[in-house]
């Protein structure tokens, strides 16, 4: 009999003991995902700046930018578009040695330069943050895929520039395309002389650095046909707005402190069109949003 009780106490106890043992896995916590590390502003950026044929004499404007970002507290120097394979090569190098963002300017033959040069980086893995065009060449190439934000101010008619710079299939990148034929008082020798263009550099490039990454996925590729006497705002891409009960063309430009122009370009829309609730309108958008004093207005009279 005591054998029989022993066996039967030996038997039930794992029993007894194996529910206590599954609450206790049913029970634990599970450990939380770590937050991701916050954003640490980039250091600054490394700029380069390249005239076009004849510089010192036709791409001055190059000098007095490189002049305003140096005072802006950045590494801005100029170079003729003669040694651009060159300052190319020490670009890169450069970037291998102490990471920092690439920022290329350049006007006319320049402008091709800043392609040129992200071509060459391309090949080396080497990321080029922003490339601005000033009226290139016609024979500038295609923007690669290593460019995050590109810019082409340009006249389409120009003989000395004019090139039309598109960017190579797969670009995911942030791309935007400003033809300004139709302001007779640009030309290709007093286009990147422009104070107001100037001013708006420096300001994106001020801000490149504290830009946390953003997906480029939902980059809407911008290209207007600027009307005559209205100021260049630098947008670096668009993005889609859904369209709301109620919305209008002219109530979306104002909510997002655009003009209405460039709704209608970027949505191939007439300025007065009829929207539907659900459908989306593309939108221009600057790297953060802009000032509410966005110089949106046509020039003063006079203005050179």
């Not at 071509?119 to 995050?148: C, F, Q, R, W, Y």
């Not at 008619?157 to 299939?169: F, I, M, N, R």
Request: hydrophobic residues 45%.
């Amino acid at each position: 009999m005591l054998a029989a009780v022993a066996l039967l106490a030996l038997g039930t106890g794992p029993a007894v003991a194996s529910p206590a043992k599954s609450k206790a896995k049913a029970t634990a916590a599970v450990p939380a995902a770590p937050p991701p590390p916050p954003f640490e502003p980039l250091p600054p950026p490394k700029i380069y700046l390249f005239r076009g044929a004849m510089g010192p004499i036709f791409s001055t404007g190059m000098d007095r930018l490189s002049e305003k970002l140096t005072q802006a507290g950045f590494s801005a120097d100029v170079y003729e578009f003669t040694i651009c394979r060159l300052i190319g090569n020490r670009a890169i190098a450069s970037y291998k040695e102490s990471p920092a963002p690439i920022v290329l300017i350049g006007h006319s033959m320049g402008g091709l330069c800043s392609v040129v040069i992200s071509e060459m980086a391309a090949k080396e893995n080497v990321p080029i943050s922003l490339v601005i065009a000033i009226d290139p060449a016609h024979a500038t190439g295609d923007v690669p895929l290593n460019v995050e934000r590109f810019i082409n101010i340009f006249l389409s008619d120009s003989v000395l520039g004019g090139g039309d710079v598109v960017a190579v299939p797969g670009f995911r990148g942030h791309y935007a395309s400003y033809d300004l034929k139709e302001n007779a008082r640009v030309s290709h020798i007093n286009i990147e002389k422009s104070d107001d263009i100037h001013r708006q550099i420096v300001e994106m490039v001020t801000q490149l650095p504290r830009i946390p990454p953003q997906t480029q996925a939902d980059a809407v590729p911008l290209r207007y046909l600027v009307p005559g006497d209205t100021l260049v705002e630098l947008w670096d891409s668009g993005v889609r707005v859904p369209v709301r009960r109620g919305d209008t063309m002219e109530s979306i430009a104002a909510a997002n402190r655009v003009p209405l122009w460039t709704l209608a370009q970027s949505n191939s829309l007439a300025e007065n069109a009829q929207l539907t609730p659900g459908q989306t309108v593309i939108v221009p958008r600057h790297l953060t949003p802009p000032e509410p004093a966005a110089a949106m207005a046509a020039p003063p009279p006079g203005r050179k």
